[in-house]
């Protein structure tokens, strides 16, 4: 298995499970997939943060707004692996409660990943939400 085959076994699998979590209102998951080495990164679609501590508040708020998960699909558009940085662009397509209230809604994601004593981990995330085009 080549870098990229094992970076994408691990996004297929680890980090894909970690969001699942996530939008379950688990955050654990999804910060054992982020660095804790800056710099870290967040520009997200509700929350941004800069620093592993700020970036860790953000992910607990948002676990413990979600719950009640109906779909939590990502289409991956491209990725690619450089030594021992990689990056994806994706889309995050998800139905749950947020605050309690139901909510669907698309995500464009860009993430960069850093492989860490062997280990693949996220140190930065720009997302936003995609809305309809009018035209």
Do not use: C, N
């Not at 990725?79 to 139905?95: N, Q, W």
């Amino acid at each position: 298995m080549d870098d990229r085959d094992e970076f994408l076994a691990w996004f297929g699998t680890t980090w894909q499970a970690a969001e699942a979590a996530l939008h379950a209102g688990d955050a654990g998951p999804r910060l054992s997939t982020w660095s804790s080495i800056e710099p870290v990164t967040l520009f997200g679609a509700w929350f941004s943060a800069s620093g592993v501590d700020d970036v860790r508040e953000v992910f607990r708020k948002l676990g413990e707004s979600f719950s009640d998960t109906a779909t939590s699909t990502v289409e991956l558009l491209a990725a690619e692996v450089s030594g021992d940085l990689a990056y994806t662009a994706h889309r995050e397509i998800t139905a749950a409660a947020v605050d309690g209230r139901p909510r669907s809604y698309v995500l464009r994601v860009t993430q960069v990943y850093r492989r860490e004593e062997g280990t693949w981990k996220v140190v930065h995330r720009h997302g936003d939400e995609e809305l309809s085009s009018t035209r």
